[in-house]
């Protein structure tokens, strides 16, 4: 085996290190699998090109844009598996991957043309070779940021996600574009001016790629600025609904106190003219109406009144609630606050369990003050079949508009400073939050 021929493949080869860095670099938050055994894979699969591909080309003479193109091959299914990202936007990773570093390879050939010259081998020679990885290297470089940063923004925003099947077609053409574009031989970038001019107009594709990912980036931004915006107008909305119809039923809480009031005048009278039988009959309806009156579940009025009414909500549908609320008259947040999240979080609650059959129509509800500045809550219920949170830690549906109480839930909580958790665990599905008083 000659060794020199094994090495200069091996530095070609190395080429693909940059290639790999360059399209793991935006979707490395998204893996599905351990760091530990990504590292793993990286170093047997790239081992096995760089190395195992060195010595190939050198005894068959192959060359070793054969070995990179077979690499690809068996890459890109291991990328898919290894990536939590739509297979659209891991082909334009890959393909931006592979535009960037067919770019290097193909500047290299025009720079080191007068070298290269007379060499006879399907092969750089070691200091093309070193060159050719130094210029991917450098590509990489003038990358990063925004492969680190911006891409894994891009990659997120939502809105974007139905044109990336017509996104990774650009650096697919432009991949294809540069590696057509690169020279059979070293001879043929020699006549007239030729070489000149494309070492100067090929950096136009590097920077024209990058300039046009960060005019999408920005693009993006605005796009996200302005669903936020409207979704925080919607979230408002919704707050301000769960506040009013509070206000109608403490409202209603009052007449009934009042009229409460007035029967005691009644009775009052009855008595002293020791009227007893129509005392009774008068007293029979409201009897009754106690029965079915308003019943305390916690000290604090307003969220009493909610509780209340959405404890006769859940009646209505056969479905029980557990209430446990441990809070005083005052509460370490905004009443109003406080009477939409509990609002959103038992009317999704009693929707759910409202599903099932049995034991099941049930939902939990615990809610408690700790060291007077932090508000706890916890609304777990009952739920069948398959529930799956996304990369946010909200449940995933078809419908477009669900979900929309729980980011208004999450929306209150982090005006609080507070955190909230979603679990689904053996059938249960819990909300979880905690929420600090303002200073």
């Known amino acids: 085996m000659n060794t020199s021929l094994s090495l200069r493949y091996f530095i070609e080869l190395c080429m693909i290190l940059p290639a790999t860095a360059i399209s793991i670099l935006p979707v490395y938050y998204s893996r599905k699998i351990r760091k530990s055994l990504l590292f793993v894979m990286l170093v047997i699969m790239l081992t096995a090109v760089t190395a195992g591909g060195a010595v190939l080309c050198a005894m068959f003479g192959i060359r070793s844009n054969t070995v990179v193109f077979l690499s690809m091959i068996v890459f890109f299914p291991a990328y898919h598996f290894c990536f939590d990202v739509s297979l659209p936007k891991k082909i334009f990773c890959f393909a931006n991957a592979t535009m960037l570093c067919g770019f290097a390879t193909t500047y290299t050939t025009f720079l080191t043309a007068p070298d290269e010259i007379g060499n006879t ?45 017509v996104l990774m077609l650009a650096p697919i053409i432009t991949a294809l574009a540069v590696i057509w574009m690169k020279p059979v031989s070293a001879e043929n970038v020699m006549t007239g001016r030729l070489r000149q001019i494309c070492i100067v107009i090929l950096w136009a594709i590097p920077l ?12 993006s931004k605005k796009i996200t600025e302005t669903a936020q915006l409207q979704q925080s107008y919607d979230l408002l909305q919704m707050e301000e609904k769960q506040y009013q119809k509070t206000l109608r039923y403490l409202h209603e809480t009052s007449n009934a106190r009042h009229d409460f009031r007035q029967h005691i005048h009644v009775i009052e009278e009855y008595l002293q003219a020791g009227e007893y039988d129509k005392l009774k009959e008068y007293i029979a309806p409201i009897s009754d109406s106690i029965n079915h009156s308003h019943k305390v579940i916690c000290k604090n009025q307003a969220l009493d009144a909610i509780a209340n009414h959405y404890d006769e909500v859940a009646k209505s549908q056969e479905v029980t609630i557990y209430w446990n609320i441990k809070v005083g008259e005052t509460l370490p947040i905004k ?105």
């Open 335 to 439: 009443e109003s606050d406080m009477c939409a999240v509990i609002g959103n979080l038992i009317e999704n609650s009693v929707i759910a369990a409202n599903s099932l059959t049995g034991d099941d129509r049930l939902v939990n509800v615990r809610i408690g003050i700790l060291q007077e500045e932090t508000l706890v809550i916890s609304v777990d219920n009952p739920y069948r079949g398959t529930l799956t949170l996304d990369k946010n830690g909200m449940p995933m549906s078809g419908r477009p508009d669900h979900g929309i109480g729980l980011r208004s839930v999450r929306n209150i909580v982090e005006r609080y400073k507070g955190s909230m958790e979603i679990e689904t665990h053996n059938g249960i599905f819990n909300v979880s939050i905690l929420m600090y008083k303002l200073e």
């Open 121 to 165: 081998d399907a092969v750089y020679k070691v200091s093309s070779g070193l060159i050719c990885l130094g210029a991917a290297l450098f590509v990489c470089l003038i990358f990063a940021r925004t492969l680190l940063v911006k891409f894994p923004e891009l990659l997120e925003t939502e809105s974007l996600d139905s044109v990336w099947k």
């Open 208 to 219: 024209i790629a990058l300039f046009l990912y960060h005019i999408f980036w920005w693009l």
